[in-house]
Nanobody
Framework: QVHLVESGGGLVQPGGSLKLSCAASGSDVGIYSMGWYRQRPGQSRELIAALALDGTGKADSTNGRFTMSKDQGKNTVFLHMDSLTAEDTGIYLC????????????????WGRGTPVTVSS
């Protein structure tokens, strides 16, 4: 079982920046990859970025404003978000895969509860 805790969300003005963090714990199997997703109001969950913790693979749907990074040697990842707009408002969720895939669903996939981001003046 993997436990994921996100932090760093909140209210930010348009054009501002935020840094989200996600810490994973509790896996005896080992986490292969972690990722960030976003669920905007009324929309389905979408992948932002994911990466293998050993650096062997990644998936990136960012548009240059978001950058995912990891804490070397720890099961912790970050999402740096710049030039935020109202369109970026939503719940940001962290995911982890214990199967050998950068992005996974179903068995071997785990989710945090999410951290809300609101971009508004």
């Amino acid at each position: 079982q993997v436990h994921l805790v996100e932090s760093g969300g909140g209210l930010v003005q348009p054009g501002g920046s935020l840094k989200l963090s996600c810490a994973a714990s509790g896996s005896d199997v080992g986490i292969y990859s972690m990722g960030w997703y976003r669920q905007r109001p009324g929309q389905s969950r979408e992948l932002i970025a994911a990466l293998a913790l050993d650096g062997t693979g990644k998936a990136d749907s960012t548009n240059g404003r978001f950058t995912m990074s990891k804490d070397q040697g720890k099961n912790t990842v970050f999402l740096h978000m710049d030039s935020l707009t109202a369109e970026d408002t939503g719940i940001y969720l962290c995911s982890a895969c214990t199967v050998g895939a950068v992005v996974c669903v179903g068995s071997g996939s785990y989710w945090g509860r999410g951290t809300p981001v609101t971009v508004s003046s």
